[in-house]
């Protein structure tokens, strides 16, 4: 299984092409899709075609960047000209994007080669890829294991070696958690780093799009390609854009590491996740970084928070599917309400429905300040935990999640649990700020991931102390025995 790294090299010296790159990770999506179910629309002549020109810019010697030439995914909410987009929803099966979101033209002016579009929760609304019109995603560590989610598929796409790296969305960890279940890197970068432009919206003050790689430094190549400014999106941050490759010194001397005390509580998370991250930070603290405990007071009320806060903006972002624009419209209506009730519940899964519920509700009159108003102030006072943790420290290292990949529908019929799940990662949304997950062992032959948290728009220390840890171990290296 070859990574980003190893491809760039293959490439570099001639020994191999991109259109052979591309032809092999095609045949491998198609050659996992029954066991794995990953990628779920290829556009292979196109990409054999892009492919080609990569090609011929290397003869030429006129290198775009690390990416030139390499094959990936996307998580299917990402819009790409003449390509259906359906985010994993009835709703949007049958729509084809008329435009380019702005990563995908900035990965094609990279010369990076879009393959097709991989798994998610339906409108990136789960935690295990399984509510998705196209079925589950599953994990290459044990095929009865879900691979986390939302963003499912791009993770598996990478952990089994369809692609050395894909792009996702991370809401409240959907980047991150999916990292942890199946073994390689993800990022979310600070919000507002990286375009929105295209992506299709589920909570817009919390989306942020991001890599899977196999390593921090392939993160960093695909983040600087992806980062930047881009009028188009109002979020988007006016700020220059850092070869955060150059940061990855190997060295944390100096760095202060912050354990934050509310997050390795046994109680609710498995004492052996626990050990392990605290094993990956001690690794860190023998190659010179400093590690203090921290406060993080307000983590016990940041689910609900992000429950709330996530599912109103879902219900606001969410109305435009009534079947009068675009997306399903409903057959045999006679009017205008049962066009949008027949149209809206055919389309949406149980899940996007109680999200757009629950949504309704905290925003409705006699209720928006008792829920919708009271979560704001919550979330100012989250942001506010983090500034003031900062102060005391550099990175903040903690687990990924309280858990290794649950069984796939051991969670399906208790929402709150699969929820719950989101304890260690939703923080880092409500907040903005950068967050990677990184493999740090196995339990119970299952990945384990250390999340990473950083200053908002200071990626390149949260990335140097990624990379440092990195040199020191090989988990990143390990790979699904079955699929590798």
């Known amino acids: 299984m070859e990574t980003l790294e190893a491809q760039r090299v293959g490439l570099d010296a001639g020994d191999v092409s991109s259109r052979e790159l591309v032809t092999r990770a095609v045949a491998r999506a198609r050659e996992l899709a029954d066991r794995l179910n990953a990628v779920v629309g290829l556009r292979e002549e196109a990409a054999c075609a892009e492919a080609a020109e990569a090609d011929e810019r290397h003869v030429r010697g006129q290198l775009r960047s690390p990416l030139d030439g390499i094959p990936l995914v996307l998580k299917d909410n990402m819009v790409q000209c003449g390509e259906p987009t359906t985010c994993a929803s009835r709703i949007l099966e049958n729509f084809v994007s008329p435009y380019d979101s702005t990563v995908v033209e900035r990965l094609r002016s990279a010369g990076a080669v879009i393959i097709g579009r991989a798994n998610m929760d339906e409108f990136a609304m789960g935690s295990s890829t399984e509510h998705s019109i196209f079925g589950p ?281 699969m929820y719950l799940g989101d304890i260690y990662t939703v923080s880092a949304n409500l907040a903005g700020l950068p967050g990677i997950s990184l493999p740090c062992g196995l339990v119970r032959g299952m990945p384990v991931g250390m999340q990473m948290l950083g200053r908002a728009m200071d990626e390149n220390t949260l990335l140097r102390a990624a990379d440092a840890f990195q040199r020191r171990t090989d988990h990143h290296a390990r790979r699904p025995p079955e699929f590798s």
């Open 137 to 417: 995603s599953r994990n290459p560590w044990d095929t009865d294991r879900t691979c986390g989610g939302s963003s499912g598929g791009p993770a598996v796409a990478v952990a089994a070696g369809i692609t050395p790296f894909a792009l996702g969305s991370d809401t409240g960890g959907s980047i991150r958690q999916p990292a942890s279940f199946t073994g390689v890197v993800g990022m979310k970068p600070t919000y507002g780093r990286v375009s929105r432009w295209g992506l299709v919206a589920f909570a817009s003050s919390l989306d942020q799009i991001g890599p899977f790689a196999h390593s921090v430094r392939e993160c960093a190549w695909i983040l600087r390609e992806i980062a930047g400014h881009d009028r188009r999106d109002s979020t988007s941050l006016p700020f220059p854009v850092p070869d955060f490759a150059e940061a990855l010194t190997g060295d944390v001397s100096g760095l202060t590491i912050g354990l934050p005390r509310e997050y390795f509580v046994e109680q609710g998370a498995d004492p052996e996740v626990l050990a392990l991250v605290r094993a990956g930070v001690a690794e860190l603290e023998s190659a010179g970084a400093k590690v203090v405990e921290i406060s993080l007071p307000h983590t016990g009320y940041v689910v609900a928070t992000y429950y709330l806060v996530a599912t109103a903006e879902a219900s606001s972002n969410l109305a435009r599917y009534d079947g009068a624009r675009y997306g399903r419209r409903a057959s045999g209506v006679t009017n205008l309400e049962q066009m949008y009730r027949r149209s809206r519940s055919e389309g949406f899964g149980a899940e996007v429905k109680r999200r757009i519920l629950l949504g309704t509700y905290v925003l409705s009159a006699g209720y928006f300040d008792a829920y919708y108003r009271k979560a704001q102030q919550v979330r100012t006072l989250v942001r506010g935990d983090f500034e003031r943790a900062f102060e005391e420290c550099d990175v903040i290292a903690t687990p990924t999640c309280p858990e290794v990949a649950f069984e796939i529908g051991a969670k399906t019929d208790d929402p709150v649990s």
